[in-house]
Structures are given as C-alpha cells and as structure tokens.
C-alpha cells in the first residue's frame, strides 16, 4: 500500500500518524508483523544513487520484496 502524505490538502502529519496507528493495531489483532517505510522520494531519489539504496537495504537484512516495493516506487516520477 502505498499513501502520500504532504504537499497534498489535508494530508498532513496528524493524518499520516492516525493510518500508521490504525494498521499497526489491526494487523497486531491479526498476529501479523508490520512493515512500514517513510522516505523523502525526492530527496532520496535525486541525490543518492539507486543502487546505492538497494545495496544498503540488502545489507540491512530487509527482504527482496521490500526492496523492489521500493525501487520501483519511483519509476516513472
């Protein structure tokens, strides 16, 4: 699932804490583990290379799914 927060009206902080709250604790009745990513895409797109991003997240142990959710967030941006 992917949601945008900022720049966009009444998508703000507030908003964006409320759904990460709201997932965590259905998902926590359901026993299933969360995984949540928060990124600045333009900042972290345009001034770190792309491979670098999938290299660090590798070496991080984070799963392959994540890191091609990731990669492929921006395609086309």
């Known amino acids: ?3 945008q927060f900022g720049f966009m009206k009444d ?3 507030i908003g964006a804490i409320f759904v990460v709250r709201q997932m965590q604790e ?7 583990k969360p995984y949540f990513g ?14 670098v991003i999938r290299w660090a997240m590798c070496k991080l142990g984070v799963d392959e799914w994540l890191v ?3 990669m492929f967030t921006n395609v086309g941006a």
């Open 11 to 13: 998508k703000g902080m």
């Open 26 to 32: 259905k998902l926590s009745v359901k026993s299933k």
């Open 68 to 70: 091609l959710a990731v």
């Open 38 to 51: 928060f990124m600045d895409l333009e900042k972290v797109f345009d001034r770190v290379p792309r491979g």
């Open 1 to 3: 699932m992917y949601v």
